[in-house]
């Protein structure tokens, strides 16, 4: 199976900051990853993702790294905005044809002015 | 406008009482999934369709089952509905291939189970 678990249940940073929501992931054979953003009252929102060919993906003024080796992902926000504030699922699937997946437990990002 | 939609948004009912939650999208989508949120848990899978006709169960289905005899439609059905499925459930639809392409998330369905 697959467990998927974000490091920090909240993450506080000032507006303009970086970010960099952190996740980890325990099956070596997961082969797709993706951030969603959820907003009060919502559901989730795709940001961006990522297959394990690849380390790095760039978005608009997002970013995810993966390091298939230690089995770590994460998702950078540059110049951080109070529009940015949400909770960050991270999600990870097995290339099994791609039915499943898994997300993490969730990082509620705050921005303040 | 494509979109994902869920009827009801909320509902509180009684244990016991069979309830069914609607699932429709107009992205002539082959893949739907039910999920479910709980607090410190994040969303877990409960079911998945591939296609019309094409259902599995995902990592939580114990209580739920699903049909899927339309393409645009994928209700979620509580025959007994206990407090232990007291959630906030999404529904969410992609194209062919499943969870490799982006899911579309619903608005949510907020159940209470009393």
């Known amino acids: 199976g697959e467990s998927v678990g974000l490091h920090l249940p909240t993450l506080s940073v000032q507006e303009g900051d970086n970010s960099i929501i952190n996740c980890a992931y325990s099956n070596s054979a997961s082969d797709y990853f993706i951030w969603y953003k959820q907003e009060s009252g919502k559901g989730p929102q795709f940001i961006i993702d990522i297959r394990s060919n690849m380390d790095k993906r760039q978005g608009q003024r997002v970013t995810v790294l993966l390091n298939k080796t230690v089995k770590h992902l994460s998702l950078q926000i540059a110049a951080t905005q109070p529009g940015d504030s949400a909770v960050y699922f991270c999600a990870v699937a097995l290339n099994t044809g791609f039915q499943k997946l898994v997300f993490g437990t969730g990082t509620r990002l705050l921005v303040s002015p | 406008e494509a979109q994902v939609t869920q009827n009801p948004r909320y509902l509180i009912t009684v244990t016991g009482k069979k309830l069914t939650v609607t699932c429709s999208q107009n992205?002539?989508?082959?893949?739907m999934s039910w999920y479910r949120q709980d607090p410190g848990l994040g969303l877990r899978q409960i079911y998945y369709?591939?296609?019309?006709?094409?259902?599995d169960k995902g990592d939580v289905p114990e209580g739920y089952k699903v049909s899927r005899k339309e393409k645009r439609n994928f209700p979620l059905i509580l025959e007994s509905p206990s407090p232990n499925q007291t959630s906030l459930y999404f529904c969410?639809?992609?194209?062919?291939?499943?969870?490799?392409?982006?899911?579309?998330f619903g608005p949510g369905t907020r159940l209470t189970v009393t």
């Open positions: 369709s591939m296609n019309v006709e094409v259902t």
């Open positions: 992205m002539n989508h082959e893949y």
């Open positions: 969410a639809s992609s194209p062919l291939g499943g969870v490799a392409y982006e899911q579309y």
